[in-house]
């Protein structure tokens, strides 16, 4: 099983590690900060062993990383990670911001219960769910109420519910423990103001998108 240090320092840029196994153009690695698809939050972009990665796909409890055809990377090969920090910084704003608007969707609109979609990408998020009418009287609202958490500051603690099966989760104060494997902010103030718009998808489905207001 490959160590995903991405959950112990989301922070950490660049890395030094074994390759695990090769097949083709596909290896995994004892240890990785390299973050793949998984929760709706898009793939980091880098490097391994000087080799750029094509897609980083998690299989179970491992992560498969598919490198160009001419690769040499070989089986206990020492190899180099390093990633696109400005995306992954960006993405990990961007999944906490999410993760925060429908968790407050969740608590004031009764009947907001089923979740469809999210996409978390470097430029935006989006987080899709069923709902009859247009929540676009309601956006304003909710973009002040998590602009007004986020400004706090507050701590954004992760950790492991069941780590045999890695499965992870936020808090923050006010809130229950979520349910969430991805990357996050150490506080609320890294991820900056925030807007929110409305994108209608289709009968009964609404979609909310996040924007980043600073770079």
Known sequence: MTQKVFWQNPYQTDHDTFVAS??????????????????GQESDYGTIGGYPVISAVKKGSEII???P?????????????EIDWERRYRLMRLHFAAELVLELFYKAVPGIKKKVGAHIA??????????????????QGFADEANRIIESG??????????KNERRYWEIEGFSKVPCGGTHVRTT???????????????????????????
Do not use: C
């Open 154 to 163: 507050l701590t954004i603690q992760t950790g492991f519910d069941d780590s």
């Open 189 to 215: 103030s890294e991820i900056g103001p925030i807007r929110l718009k409305r994108n209608n998808i289709g009968r009964g489905k609404e979609r909310v998108e996040i924007l980043l207001e600073t770079q």
């Open 69 to 81: 055809d001419d690769h040499q990377l070989g089986l206990g090969q020492s190899v180099h990670i």
């Open 22 to 39: 090769v097949d083709g153009t596909q290896i995994t690695l004892e240890s990785t900060i390299f973050f793949a698809f998984s929760g």
């Open 65 to 67: 990383y598919t490198l």
């Open 122 to 139: 470097q430029n935006k998020a989006r987080i899709d769910f069923e709902w009859p009418e247009s929540i676009s009287p309601m956006l």
